[in-house]
C-alpha cells in the first residue's frame, strides 16, 4: 500500500502554463517537504512546509495536515522545471520519512 | 551552503562481491539517510543514523548493512551484492533531532549488479 500519492503521475505543460501538483498521504505526519529531481537524478529541496502555505519564487506550497494533503503550485512553467517533482514527509514520530513516487512534469516550447 | 557528497558516482559490481558506498557531510547534522530509489517505488530508506557509531534499520533494511565512524561519514555496505541491489542510491542529512528536519541530499551513487 502506498502511503503517500501523488497526482497525477505525469503532466505535459507548455511554457507559461501554470502546474498544479498534489501529495496525499494517509499517514500521520507534520512535516511535509518538496523536492525536485532534475532528469539525471540530483535531488532538490524546493519548499519545506509543516503547514499552510509557502512561498518561494514562483513555487507556492499548502499544507493541510489534518486534511492529510499537500499541494505544490508551480507558476508560469519554463521548459527548465521539467523534472520528477517529490512529495516526503516524516512518518508519525519515527524519523522516518516517506516519499510519494512522484510527478513527472515536462514543459514544452 | 550544505553539502553531501557521496562516491562512487557510478559503480558497476558482479553478483556476490561486496560493495561499499560512501556518503560525506559538511552540514554539521546528526541525522543522516540512505535511500534507493527504483522506478515504481519512489525513495525508501535503508538504514539511518543520528548519531556517530550506531545505525537504525530503515523500511528495507535486508542485504543492506550500514556504518557511522564519525558525524560527517556514513557509509552503506552491500556484503554481498545481488541483481535486485541494482537502483540509484542517495544519501541525506538533516539537523534535528526528534523532529523530522530538512533534508539535503547528495547527487546520488548508480549502482548496477550484474
Known amino acids: 500500500e502506498q502511503q503517500v500519492q501523488q497526482s497525477p503521475a505525469s503532466l505535459v505543460l507548455q511554457e507559461g502554463e501554470n502546474a498544479e501538483l498534489q501529495c496525499s498521504f494517509s499517514?500521520?505526519?507534520?512535516?511535509v517537504q518538496w523536492f525536485y529531481q532534475r532528469p539525471g537524478g540530483r535531488l532538490v529541496s524546493l519548499l519545506y512546509n509543516p503547514s499552510g502555505t509557502k512561498q518561494s519564487g514562483r513555487l507556492t506550497s499548502t499544507t493541510v495536515i489534518k486534511e492529510r494533503r499537500s499541494s505544490l503550485h508551480i507558476s508560469s512553467s519554463q521548459i527548465t522545471d521539467s523534472g520528477t517533482y517529490l512529495c516526503?514527509?516524516?512518518?508519525?514520530?519515527?524519523?522516518?520519512?516517506?516519499f510519494g513516487t512522484g510527478t513527472r512534469l515536462q514543459v514544452s516550447p | 551552503e550544505a553539502a553531501v557528497t557521496q562516491s562512487p558516482r557510478s559503480k558497476v559490481a558482479v553478483t556476490g562481491g561486496k560493495v561499499t558506498l560512501s556518503c560525506h557531510q559538511t552540514?554539521?547534522?546528526?541525522?543522516m539517510y540512505w535511500y534507493r530509489q527504483d522506478t515504481g517505488h519512489g525513495l525508501r530508506l535503508i538504514h539511518y543514523s543520528y548519531v556517530a557509531d550506531s545505525t537504525e534499520k530503515g523500511d528495507i533494511p535486508d542485504g543492506y548493512k550500514a556504518s557511522r565512524p564519525s558525524q560527517e561519514n556514513f557509509s552503506l555496505i552491500l556484503e554481498l551484492a545481488s541483481l535486485s541491489q541494482t537502483a540509484v542510491y542517495f544519501c541525506?542529512?538533516?539537523?534535528?533531532?526528534?523532529?523530522?528536519?530538512?533534508?539535503?541530499f547528495g547527487p546520488g551513487t548508480r549502482l548496477t549488479v550484474l
Open positions: 541525506a542529512s538533516s539537523q534535528d533531532w526528534g523532529n523530522y528536519a530538512e533534508q539535503f
Open positions: 552540514n554539521n547534522h546528526d541525522y
Open positions: 516526503a514527509m516524516e512518518q508519525g514520530n519515527t524519523d522516518k520519512v516517506v
Open positions: 499517514i500521520f505526519t507534520n512535516q
